[in-house]
């Protein structure tokens, strides 16, 4: 079965500080997707990456970097120069082929952003 | 503009009443999804449906219903026989019918039981 661990329930860090965000999953598949998903305090959750598993190349989008490690099953998310716009709460999903594509959610990092 | 709008944004039940939460889309989208999310757990699948009249239940289908007669819409409704329905409820769609596609969300639904 498929599973998706966020151990940090919450952190919180100053402004311009770094942040990063720990995601492990578990899956017996060979294909599948992960994904990182930020809600913002309106409520709906806004995509920001998918990466499949073939391609373990870490992404950099402006602030936002990915490292992504098949061996340690992590896909973590780093947050450079925070801001107090980036408070919000960070989901990592997974989706395997073998179960439909069906996302599974971790239990979400809320990150508070302190000016 | 477009997107997925969720209706009402708030809404309080009596025990034992049925309930309707609205999805509507204007985006085009064949997939559209509910998902439910509880402190702490993350969001689990309600049901979803990849194409006009037909839809699958997720992984805590049980007391909820929808239906899936226009491409636009896809309507939950939260049934008396939900032990727990206090929670918040998001809709998605999604323009790849397969589930590894992008997700646009709407701002959801937060339903209390009183």
């Known amino acids: 079965a498929q599973k998706v661990t966020q151990a940090q329930t919450e952190i919180s860090v100053v402004e311009k500080e770094d942040v990063t965000l720990d995601c492990v999953y578990e899956t017996r598949d060979t294909t599948y997707y992960l994904f990182w998903y930020k809600q913002p305090p309106s409520g709906e959750l806004v995509f920001l990456i998918r990466?499949?598993?073939?391609?373990?190349q870490n992404e950099i989008s402006g602030r936002y970097s990915w490292n992504f490690q098949k061996s340690t099953s992590s896909f973590n998310f780093t947050i450079t120069a925070s801001q107090v716009v980036d408070s919000a709460v960070y989901f990592c999903?997974?989706?395997?082929?073998?179960?439909?594509?069906?996302?599974?959610f971790g239990g979400g990092t809320r990150v508070l952003v302190k000016p | 503009d477009g997107g997925i709008t969720q209706s009402p944004k708030y809404l309080f039940r009596k025990e034992g009443q049925n309930v309707t939460l609205s999805c509507e889309q204007n985006?085009?989208?064949?997939?559209m999804y509910w998902y439910r999310q509880d402190p702490g757990q993350g969001l689990r699948l309600i049901y979803y449906?990849?194409?006009?009249?037909?839809?699958q239940k997720g992984d805590i289908a049980e007391g909820y219903s929808v239906s899936r007669e226009k491409k636009e819409s896809f309507p939950l409704t939260v049934t008396s026989a939900q032990k727990n329905p206090t929670a918040f409820y998001l809709c998605?769609?999604?323009?790849?019918?397969?589930?590894?596609?992008?997700?646009?969300f709407g701002e959801g639904s937060r339903l209390t039981v009183l």
């Open positions: 999903a997974l989706s395997e082929e073998a179960a439909g594509n069906k996302l599974t």
């Open positions: 449906s990849q194409i006009v009249n037909d839809f």
């Open positions: 990466r499949n598993s073939f391609d373990e």
């Open positions: 998605a769609s999604s323009r790849e019918t397969g589930l590894s596609g992008e997700l646009f």
């Open positions: 985006l085009n989208h064949d997939a």
